[in-house]
């Protein structure tokens, strides 16, 4: 059975520090791994990671993916108040016949105190 | 806006009774996913719809059922309610599929059941 475990399950910081959230997964059929920051409603796209080792970055957000220990970080630097929600690691599963999916963890619920 | 239609944004209804939710996709996105989303469980998936037909299965239950029509939106059958299925649903879609570029989700139904 496909796994996918976030660490910590709930963060709290000060605006203005820097955090790391952790996802490691053990999956069949591996074919990327995806990120999405969830507010009050539908989760939102944050990044698409493919290769190891090659780190994706939208402003003070960052994440990198590592297939050989597999597991994925999403760095988010200079936190502000609109940064917590809760963050999903989400990696993409190939089954043959056009199958695909995405296997959701838990989540990170972060939480920025300002 | 991610540009993913749902509706109703909210259900509430009794145990034993018969729900549809619909879903219309991105404009141009062939294929359609559904999402169980509870408390305890996260983010569970149900089903995927590619160009109308049925391309994988997760753990959706025998008492719901889902179509994608020919103008590709989708809708997702409950039978039979029990308390137990109240949860939010979420509808997402892709161009091709997971496999090749990310899910943008709705906004979800958040489905009662009393």
């Known amino acids: 059975e496909d796994k996918v475990v976030q660490s910590p399950l709930s963060l709290v910081v000060h605006e203005g520090d820097t955090v790391t959230l952790n996802c490691s997964y053990e999956v069949t059929n591996f074919r990327s791994l995806l990120w999405y920051k969830q507010e009050k409603k539908a989760p939102t796209f944050l990044f698409m990671l493919?290769?190891?080792?090659i780190e994706k970055k939208s402003g003070r957000l960052s994440s990198i993916l590592d297939k050989k220990e597999l597991f994925s970080i999403l760095n988010i630097t200079a936190t502000q108040t609109g940064d917590s929600a809760v963050y999903l690691c989400a990696p993409c599963t190939f089954s043959g016949g056009g199958a695909d999916g995405l296997t959701f963890g838990k989540g990170t619920h972060l939480i920025i105190q300002p | 806006d991610s540009g993913v239609t749902q509706t109703p944004k909210h259900l509430i209804t009794a145990t034993g009774q018969r729900v549809t939710l619909r879903c219309s996709p991105r404009s141009g996105d062939l294929s359609v996913y559904w999402y169980q989303q509870s408390l305890d469980q996260g983010l569970q998936f149900l089903i995927q719809y590619y160009n109308g037909e049925e391309r994988a299965k997760g753990n959706i239950l025998e008492r719901f059922s889902a179509q994608q029509f020919p103008d590709l939106h989708s809708e997702l059958n409950l039978s039979s309610l029990e308390l137990g299925d109240s949860a939010l649903y979420f509808c997402?879609?892709?161009?091709?599929?997971?496999?090749?570029?990310?899910?943008?989700f709705g906004n979800g139904t958040r489905l009662t059941v009393t």
């Open positions: 493919t290769s190891s080792g």
């Open positions: 997402a879609s892709s161009f091709q599929g997971a496999e090749n570029s990310p899910l943008h």
